[in-house]
């Protein structure tokens, strides 16, 4: 069974500061990679996807994540994060049918003023 | 612009007591999901079915059971409630088709079991 490892369940950060969250899974075969975000109170958004191609998937609100082979990994960074960054995020992994897809444990973020 | 319906945001039920959770969706999605949300342990995978009638066990199906007797929506059936299945409850949809694999998640049900 696939598994997917976020190392930071806490991150604190002033705005402007540099981001980036650790993104780790375990299938070794093609997968599918995901970020999804949860702000405080909201259901869950897909942040960005990683299917094929470039390994440098850009999503919305200037978050970006590079997926590397080698390393199994898919961690995702943000040059300058802002207060409205404050969420939680997780990183999921799919592969073979039906698009189920494996989550991690989640980061949450918190960005201070 | 709601898309998927989860039919109640909290929800509290006595132990032993039988639960449904119902989710619809509108965007004619063929793959719908349930999923816990705990502190911690981040989402789980309850069960999910890719066609109607059509049912397959995640990663922790102990004590649920499900229903999907048309395409837009999705049942959680908790058999029995027990104090260990109070948690958040989201329920997610996504196409089937090669390539778009991104979910829709729901608003979640928060079940609160005494």
């Known amino acids: 069974a696939q598994s997917v490892s976020q190392h930071n369940h806490h991150v604190i950060l002033s705005e402007a500061a540099s981001l980036e969250l650790g993104c780790n899974y375990s299938?070794?075969?093609?997968?599918?990679l995901f970020w999804y975000v949860q702000y405080p109170g909201q259901h869950l958004q897909l942040l960005l996807k990683?299917?094929?191609?470039?390994?440098l998937v850009k999503g919305i609100k200037g978050f970006e994540a590079e997926f590397i082979k080698s390393k199994f990994s898919f961690n995702l960074r943000k040059p300058s994060v802002q207060w409205s960054d404050t969420a939680e995020y997780f990183c999921?992994?799919?592969?073979?049918?039906?698009?189920?897809?494996?989550f991690g444990t989640g980061t949450k973020l918190q960005v201070i003023p | 612009d709601v898309k998927v319906t989860q039919s109640s945001r909290y929800l509290v039920k006595r132990t032993g007591e039988k639960v449904f959770l119902e989710c619809v969706q509108d965007m004619d999605h063929e793959n719908m999901f349930w999923y816990r949300q705990d502190p911690g342990l981040g989402l789980r995978l309850i069960y999910f079915s890719y066609d109607v009638k059509m049912k397959e066990k995640g990663d922790i199906p102990e004590g649920y059971s499900v229903s999907r007797e048309k395409k837009e929506r999705f049942s959680l059936i908790l058999e029995s409630a027990s104090t260990n299945q109070t948690s958040m409850y989201l329920c997610?949809?996504?196409?089937?088709?090669?390539?778009?694999?991104?979910?829709?998640f729901g608003s979640g049900t928060r079940l609160t079991v005494v």
């Open positions: 990683y299917f094929s191609g470039d390994p």
């Open positions: 997610a949809s996504s196409r089937r088709a090669r390539g778009d694999y991104g979910y829709t």
């Open positions: 999921a992994v799919s592969s073979g049918g039906y698009q189920k897809v494996t």
């Open positions: 299938y070794g075969g093609t997968v599918n």
